[in-house]
């Protein structure tokens, strides 16, 4: 079992930053990749960025060079980080934690993210 919690989301205007955080308890040491995902009202949730437990990561197009994904690592917990920079609208969004185990995933309780003018 692994239990994610997200924290840093909130308002920001267009060219803004935020960093997202999530915090991974539990079994740790079973989870293979974490990601971040996002959905917006209406749309279907998509998968933002990811990185592996050897820091392989990977982005969506449409954030590519304006997210970083990064993370942090001790014997019992993981974290996660989402360093989201020149935010636009179309950002706007709910941002959940998304860890990958063998045979199964694990999602945090999502953090809103709203870019407006």
């Known amino acids: 079992q692994v239990t994610l919690v997200e924290s840093g989301g909130g308002l920001v205007q267009p060219g803004g930053s935020l960093r997202l955080s999530c915090a991974a308890s539990?079994?740790?040491?079973?989870?293979?990749?974490l990601g971040w995902y996002r959905q917006a009202p209406g749309k279907q949730r998509e998968r933002v960025a990811l990185i592996t437990r050897d820091d392989t990561t990977s982005y969506a197009d449409s954030v590519e060079g304006r997210f970083i994904i990064s993370k942090d690592s001790t014997e019992s917990t993981m974290s996660v980080f989402l360093q989201m920079n020149s935010l636009t609208p179309e950002d706007t969004a709910v941002y959940y934690c998304n860890a990958v185990v063998m045979g199964s995933n694990f999602w945090g309780q999502g953090t809103q993210v709203t870019v407006f003018s």
């Open positions: 539990g079994r740790v040491f079973t989870i293979y990749a």
